[in-house]
């Protein structure tokens, strides 16, 4: 069991409870009553920047494989319902937007069967 008087207190060093609680129990055993330090500047350093790192790949990355083929799916459907396309949409069987692509090519397809038929 922990005595926070680790000797017998006298009336002129009385260990009171309330000095115990604010200094906390390894002062009262000699120690200090901050025993948690703070990390090294150099380890906090490392890890900002490892976030930082990682922050900025995960963004590339993203912007390459997902923001960018769907702005191109985008912008050929845009043009595809405006007319002004040229050529066939392209689909690529490896991507994860292969279904995608060929549903906009199926479509310009109806969409120029159309107009070869109104013309």
């Known amino acids: 069991m922990y005595n926070p008087c ?3 207190p006298t009336p002129r060093t009385a260990c009171r409870a309330a000095d115990v609680k604010r200094q906390g ?24 920047l ?17 923001a960018k083929p769907i702005e191109a799916l985008n912008r050929a459907a845009e043009e595809i319902i405006a007319g ?7 689909v690529d069987e490896g991507s994860a937007y292969a279904a995608l ?13 159309l107009d070869r038929e109104m013309r």
């Open 84 to 90: 002004t396309y040229s050529g066939e949409v392209r």
């Open 50 to 66: 490892s976030l930082l790192i990682t922050t900025v790949v995960l963004r590339r990355l993203t912007r390459k494989y997902v």
């Open 6 to 8: 680790p000797v017998t």
């Open 25 to 48: 129990p390894s002062a009262a055993r000699g120690g200090s009553s901050k025993e948690k330090k703070a990390p090294p500047a150099g380890d906090r350093n490392s890890v900002i």
């Open 101 to 113: 692509q060929g549903l906009l090519r199926s479509g310009q397809k109806v969409l120029q069967r």
